[in-house]
Nanobody
Framework: QVQLVESGGGLVQVGGSLRLSCAASGLTFANYAMAWFRRAPGKEREFVGTVSWTGGGTWSADAVKTRVTISRDNAKNTVYLQMDRPKPEDTAVYYC????????????????WGQGIQVTVSS
């Protein structure tokens, strides 16, 4: 049974920093591209960033790419999202996802999803 469990969310201050983790189990982690998506209140789910199987390739959404770093530790079966200088518009539920196939920003490529974790950016 595949499980993706996000942690590290909560309330953060504008201009601070945020680090989310996603621990994976039930799959051969190094064989999966991993991604982060988010859903803000009243909005559709959107792509945040993705990292390839070895961590050598990353791709972040234009809206966040100057502030976001996606990384992974295959020894720990964990993927990370580091966000610097968060803004109120970054408030959302953040989801990690795993793709056993293609690497990219499209949600349909990801067959496994976490339950999501709330991040609230306060000024």
């Amino acid at each position: 049974q595949v499980q993706l469990v996000e942690s590290g969310g909560g309330l953060v201050q504008v201009g601070g920093s945020l680090r989310l983790s996603c621990a994976a189990s039930g799959l051969t982690f190094a064989n999966y591209a991993m991604a982060w998506f988010r859903r803000a209140p009243g909005k559709e789910r959107e792509f945040v960033g993705t990292v390839s199987w070895t961590g050598g390739g990353t791709w972040s959404a234009d809206a966040v790419k100057t502030r976001v770093t996606i990384s992974r530790d295959n020894a720990k079966n964990t993927v990370y999202l580091q966000m610097d200088r968060p803004k109120p518009e970054d408030t959302a539920v953040y989801y990690c996802a795993a793709s056993g196939g293609q690497f990219g920003p499209e949600a349909h490529k990801y067959g496994y999803w976490g339950q999501g974790i709330q991040v609230t950016v306060s000024s």
